[in-house]
Every structure is written in structure tokens, then in C-alpha cells.
């Protein structure tokens, strides 16, 4: 997961001022109108304490959940990575059909840039009804270690490997399915008579 900013002292007052939900690992705080309010439990109630204690505190942003948002499960019951489908009030419900508490930060939370990646790709593969990293032959792929457009000359097996070769040369050798990007399937391709 990547290192979340950290905030201390006036930085910290002037990221609430500014709009943001700041957490000191115990509360959430935020601005409403003129006053600062902090989060214990579920509910939010006005800030009494000291302003000292509050500017010696380090704080890390709170980021709230979305539709949309692609995000993390770690529950055993829901592993993985997934998306946002609804939510309402304190409850939400996933892509993957898998209810959850938006308030359960420790088990749901936004992916990480690599999760993302990786979850974007796979997306890519089962809207046309295949398996991640599934190629067929007459896919058009990029070759990332060479910077060439490929054709797909044989199917995904077992070592995650496909053959493949450079568009209008003889040439063909094998190469890894995680080094390929998809430019088109062999189902959306139009042939030409």
C-alpha cells in the first residue's frame, strides 16, 4: 500500500479548513460551518479539546468511499479486488455482489496502483468472456519488452507463455503472457474478403 501523507501541527488545521477528513489513528476530524467535529464510534459530535494536544497529533487523510471506486477486500469471505457498485448511508455493496460496512476501513479500502493494473487488465479478459491472460491465436498484442505489435500464433498454456510474431514478418517465438497487452481480440477482428 502506498505511504499516506502525513499531517502535523498548523498543515494538519489548514488540510481541515481546506475540506479535508483528517484521522489521528483513535478519531476522524472534519470542518462543518464553524466547527470542528471529531468521529468516535458512528457518530460525529463537536471537537472540546485542547488545541495543543490537537496540534501535537499526526493525522493522515480519510478517503471516502465511492461508486465506481476499485478497492481492496481482505475478508476471507470476499478476497481481492474488486469495485464499488452502490452504496447507501453506511452500507455498500460490491461488483463481486459481496455486501459491506463503509465504515470498515481495516476490511475494505481503496486499491493500490498496482491493484488497480492489475484489476483493469482482468476486466479487459472477461468482457469478452475469456479468462485472464487467456489468448487465442490472431490476437494483436503489444510486446512489451520489444516495442512491437504482435500477432498471437498459438493459445495461452500452462507456463503463461504464447507464441507469437512481429505483424508481416516469418519470424515466431514464445513469449510470457504478463509481457503482452492486448490491442484486439481475434473475435473483433473484421475479415476482409
Known sequence: MDELKVY????????LLDGKTLNNGVSDFKFEGDDLLVKTGNDWSKCYGSITNFLECKFTEVA????GDIVYCSDGNCPGVTSIKEINGDSGLLEN?????VRNTQVIHHATPEQITEYKREQVFLKVGRKPDEYRENDIVFLENTGTICMVTTKSNFNGN???KEINKPQK????VKRLTPICFAENLIALS
Not at 455482489?97 to 460496512?101: A, M, P, R, V
Open 8 to 15: 502535523t501541527g498548523k498543515e494538519a488545521f489548514k488540510e
Open 64 to 67: 471516502t468511499l465511492k461508486v
Open 97 to 101: 455482489g459481496w455486501n459491506f460496512s
Open 162 to 164: 504464447v507464441g507469437v
Open 173 to 176: 517465438w514464445n513469449a510470457s
